[in-house]
Structure formats: C-alpha cells, structure tokens
C-alpha cells in the first residue's frame, strides 16, 4: 500500500524566488491538505484540495497557491519568497469526507 | 488563547511506566481529536483518533475525552524507549483542517 509521497525532500532557495513542492496521496486517497511547521511548532493548515478545487484555506497570504490533478496529485507553489517562509511543507491526505489525516515525509524548505 | 494547548514538556517517564499526555482546546464545536507522533527530523504520524466522549484504546495507547471540560488525553502504557518523540495533540472543528498544538516531548528514560 503506498504511502503519502512528497518531492523534493530538500530544498534551498534565495529570497524572492518561487518554489513547486509536490505530493501524490496515500492509495485510494481524493484528499490533500498542506501544512507549514516551523521549528518547535505544530504543523499549520495551509489549504486542502478535493475533487480539483481549494475546499478551506487556512490563515496564509495569496502567495501560497495549489493545484490538485485528476490522479489527485497535488502542487505547492510559493511566490516571492521570505526567509520567514522557511519551514517543513508537510501533505497530508485522507479520503473525503472522512477525517483521518496521514502525513507524508515532507520537503524541508530553507530560504536564504 | 491559542486553541489547540499543550505542556511542552520534556515528559520524562522511566521504562515501563503509564505516560500520561494532555491537550485543552478553545473551540466547543470541535468535533474530531487526534494523537499524533512525530519523531526528530520525521513527519508527524497518525497514532490515535478519538470522536465521541470517553476512552478508546488500541493496544499500548489509550486516548480519552471529555468534551464537557473541552480535554483529550493520550496514556501510554508500559513506555518504551522508542516511544521517546513528540506527541502532538490536533483537533478538527468540522472544517476538515486540523488545529495542532505545540507538542510534548516525551522522555522514556531506560
């Protein structure tokens, strides 16, 4: 059974630049959500995907945007980025309606 | 008041003893509550859920909530070494997006 997977598992990027992270859900799974954790802290809810569309969205400016493919698949884009920006982009999917979220192994992203 | 509140701990609990993990929450239509573990340098993985009030338990872990006093805990019975990691407490209001805490570090000392 596959697991959540996420791409790339590191990445180094310069202020201003953007970034893509990608993520393909766990088997049988129609659902991502992303979420950025910062050192020390607990993960924080970016957005979730469903059915192609931005279902919620959580507390982050329009520079963090998403798509989500017809295999369910689901990018990450990041403009104009901060050093704030920072931070462990973790995917997490579940199966529709149903709650249970399972994380992939996230992309460490570092801005410099 | 953040909504999701968690000891940051260190926990530390020696070899086999019962580990015992809080987490308050503000919001009262919270609906789902979930334990997550989550190792240094590792993502967070799915130990626990709990929707109803009470206990539930799955082998070693037994997860309880009392929505009344709006807390949820997570025991771990006869720790071990290995369950030395970070527990973060998360909760969904209903919207399908999960609020985490901080996270406890706990400590299984040998």
């Known amino acids: 059974d596959a697991g959540v997977t996420q791409s790339p598992t590191h990445l180094i990027k310069t202020r201003g630049q953007q970034v893509t992270l990608r993520c393909s859900p766990k088997?049988?799974?129609?659902?991502v959500s992303w979420y950025q954790q910062a050192l020390g802290q607990g993960p924080q809810f970016i957005f979730q995907?469903?059915?192609?569309?931005?279902?919620q969205r959580g507390n982050f400016p329009d520079r963090f945007s998403g798509h989500q493919f017809p295999n369910y698949s689901s990018e990450l884009n990041v403009n104009a980025l901060l050093l704030g920006d920072s931070a462990l982009y973790l995917c997490?999917?579940?199966?529709?309606?149903?709650?249970?979220?399972?994380f992939g192994p996230g992309t460490r992203l570092t801005v410099t | 008041q953040k909504e999701v509140e968690q000891n940051s701990g260190p926990l530390s609990v020696p070899e086999g003893a019962i580990a015992s993990l809080n987490c308050t929450y503000s919001?009262?239509?919270?609906?789902?509550f979930f334990w997550y573990r989550q190792y240094s340098g590792k993502s967070p993985e799915l130990i626990m859920f709990?929707?109803?009030?009470g206990d539930k338990e799955d082998g070693r872990f037994t997860a309880q909530l009392n929505k009344a006093s709006q807390y949820v805990s997570l025991l771990i019975r006869d720790s071990q070494p290995s369950d030395s990691a970070t527990y973060l407490c998360?909760?969904?209001?209903?919207?399908?997006?999960?609020?985490f805490g901080s996270g406890t570090r706990l400590q299984v000392q040998p």
């Open positions: 997490a999917s579940s199966l529709g309606s149903g709650f249970e979220q399972y």
């Open positions: 088997s049988g799974h129609d659902t």
């Open positions: 995907y469903y059915e192609e569309e931005e279902r």
């Open positions: 919001d009262r239509g919270s609906q789902s």
């Open positions: 709990i929707y109803s009030n």
């Open positions: 998360a909760v969904d209001t209903g919207r399908r997006a999960l609020t």
